[in-house]
């Protein structure tokens, strides 16, 4: 899919891939895509087939909940990642040290025999929250990051910031420390638009806080704009931008046109074509500036298919398919590894994993459930609305 309807261009080779810019050669094969955005096809020569050995990648933004849901959701990503930054916006939140070590432990005691994944603690950041117990909890090395969620952006935000100033004495503890900020870039202003509020936001918020904080080391989280994307370019290495797997698929139109589909429903919204495209160019730059954080927020479908549903994806399932599928589509599997499990490590200064992750692209098409089951109820897999080849197989 090189854009919805557009002409899609499939590499199908053994070995080395094509440089930037180098006219096709060999045995690439140009392939058609029949139809306008989702439900496009294929036709793949039958018995081609390609690996890729990659580290084991991370996932720098994951909902994971709790409960039953926790139960059902943990393996889907374990399965496939080491690690993941795991995020605080559970009802109450996770907002101090013992918060996080107690939900920690309940994520740990969730994990199905045998498999084995590091739950990267952050607390959710609120006007009480306390500057010491910050610093404690960074010093425990159970927590990595702390959460801004702007009051009433997004999923259980209600406890989140209504008045940067009052956390100021926490971010200077945080710049101090070197803890990292990770930010829900949205302002929630009510008179501006939904499709505009991450870019207010960056002008407003990200951009003067940086300049009264330059030592804060900050991740603007699901960036979904090309404004996001220029931003993130243009920092130094204190800052970085994650970016989720719907976005680098979806555009506004794959949510509204033809119908609404509340499985494409997520925030920040996927924006314009032009924002996705920058974003598919953003990610499979090689920049170090950028990196894979999911955003997986399964809700269970009654909650999505609902008169007021709510807002995720739940990609966990099929995320490192689907992105060994679009890297190809731009001639840059070799940059995959660098998005799921180099450039995140670097910021978040943690080893790379040591394990290996190998994908196979083979002529049949990979199959996933279209919902997986929880005692809360089912939650629906992300559709891509294309096949795919990209099976992990180890
Ligand atoms: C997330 C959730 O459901 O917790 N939803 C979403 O659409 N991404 C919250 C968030 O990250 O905004
Ligand atoms: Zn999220």
């Known amino acids: ?34 139809g306008s955005g989702h439900g496009v096809r294929i036709a793949l020569p039958a018995g081609l087939m390609d690996t890729l050995t990659i580290r084991r990648p ?26 993941a930054i795991i995020m605080p916006n559970l009802l109450p939140p996770v907002v101090t040290l013992a918060d996080a070590a107690a939900y920690r432990d309940r994520i740990l005691a969730a994990l199905p025999p045998g498999m084995v994944f590091e739950p990267l603690m952050t607390l959710y950041l609120t006007e009480g929250t306390d500057p010491a117990n910050v610093a404690a909890a960074a010093a425990s090395g159970l927590v990595k990051a702390v959460k801004l969620y702007p009051a009433g952006a997004t999923t259980n935000s209600q406890s989140g910031v209504r008045d940067l100033a009052r956390v100021m004495p926490v971010l200077e503890k945080m710049a101090e420390i070197g803890l990292p900020l990770c930010t829900h870039g949205e302002v929630t202003t009510p008179e501006v638009d939904i499709f505009d509020r991450e870019a207010v936001f960056i002008d407003t918020v990200l951009d003067p806080l940086r300049r009264r904080l330059p030592e804060l080391r900050l991740v603007m989280e699901h960036i979904t704009t090309g404004e996001g994307v220029a931003y993130a370019a243009e920092a130094g290495e204190g800052l970085a931008a994650t970016i989720t797997t719907h976005h680098l698929i979806l ?3 794959h949510i509204l046109a033809g119908g609404i589909r509340p499985h494409y429903y ?52 099929n995320t490192m398919s689907l992105l060994a599928h679009l890297f190809e589509e731009d001639g840059a599997l070799d940059r995959l590894e660098g998005f799921t499990s180099l450039h995140g490590p670097a910021f978040y200064r943690l080893p ?6 190998r994908l196979e692209k083979r002529p049949d098409q990979c199959l996933w459930p279209d919902k997986i089951s929880s005692d809360a109820g089912p939650v629906t897999v992300f559709n891509p609305g294309f096949p795919v080849h990209w099976h992990v197989v180890a």
């Open 266 to 317: 997520c925030l920040p919204v996927a924006k314009r074509e032009k924002h996705r495209l920058a974003l598919r160019r953003a990610a499979t730059s090689g920049s170090p500036r950028y990196f894979l954080g999911t955003d997986s927020a399964p809700h269970v479908d009654a909650l999505k298919e609902d008169a007021c549903g709510c807002a995720g994806c739940f990609t966990a399932t």
């Open 58 to 83: 991370d996932d720098w933004h994951l909902h994971l909940r709790d409960g039953a849901m926790l139960q059902a959701v943990l393996p889907e990503t374990a399965r496939h990642f080491a690690r």
């Open 352 to 357: 790379v994993n040591q394990g290996t992750l």
């Open 251 to 253: 555009n506004r139109n």
């Open 1 to 34: 899919m090189g854009g919805p309807g557009g002409l899609g261009l499939v590499q199908l080779r053994r070995g080395k891939r094509r440089a930037r810019g180098e006219p096709l050669v060999g045995d690439y094969t140009r392939v058609a895509l029949q």
